[in-house]
């Protein structure tokens, strides 16, 4: 089975959403602690390589 550039984009979108939810709930006082921080770094990671898959589906499209 062949997956497509929008089938990554989107479950690459939902692992973004999924770890900025988990951030979110992982804050107690402050966003500065570490977990926090890194659960959005994570979640920054996934989401431009979400964007990055659109973006190589529409140059895809454009070549044909």
């Keep these: 089975m062949k997956t497509t550039p929008f089938t990554m984009a989107l479950i690459y979108g939902l692992m973004g959403a999924l ?7 992982s804050v107690q006082d402050t966003i ?6 890194l659960l959005m770094i994570i979640a920054t ?8 898959f659109l973006f ?3 140059f895809i499209e454009k070549q044909k």
């Design 19 to 25: 770890f900025t939810y988990l951030a979110i709930k």
């Design 32 to 37: 500065w602690n570490f977990y926090t921080i």
């Design 45 to 52: 990671f996934d989401f431009t390589t979400a964007l990055r």
């Design 56 to 58: 190589y589906k529409k």
